[in-house]
């Protein structure tokens, strides 16, 4: 559990942000550097920026990540949410956040900070909201142990993620609900920004090209198996599903603060379940009418709440699609161990 301090986490993180220092000859100067690489129209608005292992979407973003690189300075208690967007990155942040903190902050309690910061309030990603030109925060000032998240692949992680033995939550999720959920989210912005919105069949083509947001989408997931000793706990979101109660208790376990057993307990485990879930969590005023702060604008929370089931790719997809999209995955993943859903 996190050290008792006399100022709380997220107070910590608002005293670090009062004091930030932007660097802006560094961001010029990487700026510069995606501005020369490859690019290409994506899955959604921006401009894809080709990278050594696949596509960032937008300079912004992809700028942010690599001064993530140059500047973040990673400890052993660092727990970092490394995933694809639309594969469970918000649901994943509040069983983190909510397991972590849950003796300072009790899963039930009505003042609980998720219901009033929302996930993407109380775990912040590396290159959307840390390292944005605006306001850096002094990270090392935050008490341990410290959450960040991220989308981009395991090749561009700020490095000493890697070195100093922090530990990473990844979540991967069938490609083809990945996919939909992707479009979804992606049509929003393409109207917002005056683009045609593509067809199901047309981002299920750039899909398979490997044009999606941090994608090839196969290449993130097998990003995330790492020689040992491999710092990261893997989790399917099909699976969560399934028994959210099971996964909170590994999440506890990987990072060093398990459940114990009896009545007390399984229902602190069952609380973190009920408050995280899809049915609470998009029910909050947060939700709502709540927006977050992305380096690429203000975006409602409401959007990273979409249908949240399983399988919803087989209203949209047609088998033929679903088909070819199966046997990507299953040629990708033919030596990996990960099985292929359908
Ligand atoms: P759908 O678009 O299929 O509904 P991410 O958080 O990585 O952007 O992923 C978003 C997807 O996760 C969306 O899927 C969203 O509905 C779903 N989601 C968000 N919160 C969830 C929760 N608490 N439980 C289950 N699914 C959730």
Redesign the pocket.
């Known amino acids: 559990m996190s050290p008792s301090t006399q100022t709380s986490p997220l107070q910590a993180e608002q005293d670090a942000c009062a004091e930030a220092e932007t660097n802006p000859e560094l961001y010029q100067h990487f700026a510069n550097l995606v501005s020369s690489l490859p690019s290409s129209e994506g899955l959604s608005h921006n401009q894809f920026y080709r990278h050594d292992q696949g596509w960032h979407t937008g300079l912004v973003v992809m700028v942010g990540a690599m001064v993530a690189d140059a500047c973040f300075t990673a400890r052993p208690s660092d727990i970092v949410v490394a995933?694809?967007?639309?594969?469970?990155?918000?649901?994943i942040?509040?069983l983190l956040y909510a397991t972590v903190h849950r003796r300072e902050h009790h899963p039930a309690a009505a003042d609980h900070p998720l219901t009033s910061l929302g996930?993407h309030g109380c775990i912040k990603f590396f290159e959307y909201q840390i390292y944005t030109r605006n306001k850096v925060p002094d990270l090392d000032k935050l008490p341990d142990p410290r959450l960040f998240s991220t989308h981009v692949p395991s090749v561009s992680l700020p490095r000493t993620i890697a070195t100093s033995g922090s530990k990473i939550v990844y979540?991967c999720?069938d490609p083809k609900?990945h996919l939909?959920?992707q479009w979804?989210?992606a049509k929003k912005f393409r109207v917002m920004n005056q683009l045609e919105p593509f067809s199901v069949e047309a981002a299920a083509e750039l899909f398979c090209r490997g044009l999606s947001p941090f994608g090839p989408y196969w290449d993130h997931v097998l990003g995330s198996r790492w020689s040992p000793p491999d710092p990261t706990l893997f989790f399917r979101?099909e699976e969560?599903?399934k028994d959210p109660a099971a996964h909170v208790r590994r999440l506890a376990e990987f990072v060093g603060h398990p459940f114990g057993t009896g009545e007390e307990e399984d229902a602190a485990v069952d609380a973190i379940v009920r408050l995280?879930?899809?049915e609470?969590?998009?029910g909050l005023e947060v939700t709502k009418t709540g927006k977050t702060d992305l380096v690429v604008g203000a975006v409602e929370n409401s959007s990273?709440?979409?249908?949240?089931?399983v399988g919803?790719w087989a209203n949209h997809l047609s088998p033929e699609t679903a088909r070819h999209i199966d046997a990507i995955t299953a040629a990708k993943f033919m030596r990996s161990g990960l099985p292929v859903l359908s």
Not at 83 to 91: D, M, V
Not at 304 to 309: L, T
């Open positions: 995933t694809l967007p639309k594969s469970g990155t918000t649901w942040k509040s996930p979540v999720r609900d939909i959920s979804d989210f979101y969560m599903h995280c879930s899809f609470h969590m998009s990273f709440f979409q249908r949240g089931v919803d």
